[in-house]
Each structure stands twice: as C-alpha cells, then as structure tokens.
C-alpha cells in the first residue's frame, strides 16, 4: 500500500506544481490535495494497524505527506495563509533528514529518495512560510520534475517487484534526482513570456 501512496503523492505533486503556475486553479489543486490526503492518512492508520516497527516507520512517512497535501487542500478551499503549511512543510524536510539516515544502510535508494523530498520540501517551506517569491518557479518545477519522479517511477519499480538495490541503483537515483532540479532551475530562469495584446485593425 506504501506504493499506491507514491503514486498518489506523484499526482498531488504534479497538481501542486501545476497550480504554482498558473495552470490550475487554487480551488481546484486545493479539492484535490484534501482527497489525496484523506486517502493517504487512512492508508497510513491501515499500515499501522499491521503492527511492528516496520510498519509504523511506513506509516509516518505516509503521515508526513498526507497532512502536507490535506493542510495544503484546506489552506486553499477555507482560504488561509500559507506561513502554517510553509512551516510544516520545514518540519517535514527536517524528518525527511532523518529518515534519509535511518534508511542508508537498510534501504540506500529510499535513502536517496528522502534526501531529495528533503530539498523539495525545503523549497516548500522558503516560499510558503518565507515569502521568497523569487523561488516559486524553480519549486513548481521541482515538484513536477523531482516530485513527481521521485514517487512514480518508485511506485512502478515497487508494485512489480522491481524495487532497485546496489551501488548502481543508489548513485544512479542520486544522479537522476540532481540533474532533474538542475533543469527544474535551468527552466525557471528562463523569461517567462508575455503576449502583447492584438493590435487593432484601422477600418
């Protein structure tokens, strides 16, 4: 089920990104983080109830997303500010530290993985609780790059019994994930282009 929540937090992440960029509206990217949410929480309590160490670790990771993405989805359907999400979101970066350690040994890919979240969610917190507007394009970028690739591509790897292991798997994640925010920045330091307004035709 931890899969299924990768994909899921892929979609919300692309979404996200999408919606820093003028391409969806807050209302509607905000309807889709509370469903994302609400669905990943209830998969956490499930992984929970399972029982173990093991699964509670699963669990509060799964934790940490869905209330990122239902404080996210409230935010934007009550209308509320964006300093409390932009300050979870820190709190989360900082766990995603910790989680990348606790991973290195047992699971060096996931480790990878959270070390990139880590940097996501960092951009997260600078620009929502900061203010630091001059980022929102390199992090919208970074969500629909980074994010969504960073969950996705595991997710498929994991559901069909794939999920990478070795030397070459951990340096090839590190790489994919650092050359992916390099272009997030190479494609946000680009102008963004304004259409004039049509000119009038004299009669």
Do not use: K
């Not at 997260?124 to 969500?143: H, Q, V």
């Amino acid at each position: 089920m931890s899969y299924i929540c990768l994909l899921l937090s892929g979609a919300a992440l692309l979404i996200n990104g999408l919606g820093l960029l003028g391409r969806v509206a807050p209302r509607d990217s905000g309807f889709f983080n509370l469903v994302i949410g609400v669905l990943q929480l209830v998969i956490a309590l499930l992984i929970a109830s399972t029982g173990g160490p093991e699964a509670a670790g699963s669990a509060s990771g799964i934790v940490l997303f869905g209330l990122t993405y239902l404080y996210v989805g409230l935010s934007s359907v009550a209308g509320l500010g964006s300093a409390g999400v932009g300050w979870f979101c820190a709190f989360v970066a900082v766990l995603a530290v910790v989680f990348a350690g606790t991973a290195a040994d047992s699971d060096p890919v996931s480790s990878v993985l959270w070390l990139g979240w880590a940097v996501l969610w960092s951009l997260f917190f600078l620009l929502l609780a900061r203010g630091a507007t001059r980022l929102t394009r390199i992090t919208a970028w970074s969500a629909i790059l980074v994010g969504t690739s960073s969950t996705v591509i595991p997710a498929v790897l994991g559901l069909n019994g794939a999920w990478p292991s070795g030397g070459t798997s951990v340096i090839a994640a590190a790489a994919a994930l650092g050359v992916l925010f390099v272009v997030a920045a190479t494609i946000s330091a680009r102008p963004v282009r304004v259409l004039a307004p049509p000119v009038p035709v004299a009669a």
